[in-house]
Nanobody, 119 residues
């Protein structure tokens, strides 16, 4: 599975950005897709996830009410709508796809897209 992110950039505090992640290849292996982020000097952290089958979502407390994750299974695409951005949201955002297929576990990552929020 190949994951390609887009949509990062520079935005002022209070602004919005929308990230996209397009999956290709053996996408039937994927059960859950998600966004993670890593700020300089910090560990990578979960931002939000969505299940492919039921569309169940999960958010980090720090982004609840501001970010919305969604997916289109037919297009194998996932989005992260980020509103009311704060400087502490500045990080490299990574798309992730995870799944189990025929007893094997699969975990894929995109190359990352930079999000910078200025104060």
């Amino acid at each position: 599975v190949k994951l390609v992110e887009s949509g990062g950039g520079l935005v002022q505090a209070g602004g919005s950005l929308r990230l996209s992640c397009a999956a290709s290849g053996s996408t039937f292996q994927i059960d859950t897709m998600g966004w993670y982020r890593q700020a300089p000097g910090k560990q990578r952290e979960l931002v939000a996830t969505v299940t492919i089958g039921g569309g169940r979502t999960n958010y980090a407390d720090s982004v609840k009410g501001r970010f919305t994750i969604s997916r289109d299974n037919a297009k194998s695409t996932m989005w992260l709508q980020m509103n009311s951005l704060k400087p502490e949201d500045t990080a490299v955002y990574y798309c992730n796809a995870w799944g189990r297929w025929l007893g094997n576990e699969y975990d894929y990552w995109g190359q990352g897209t930079q999000v910078t929020v200025s104060s």
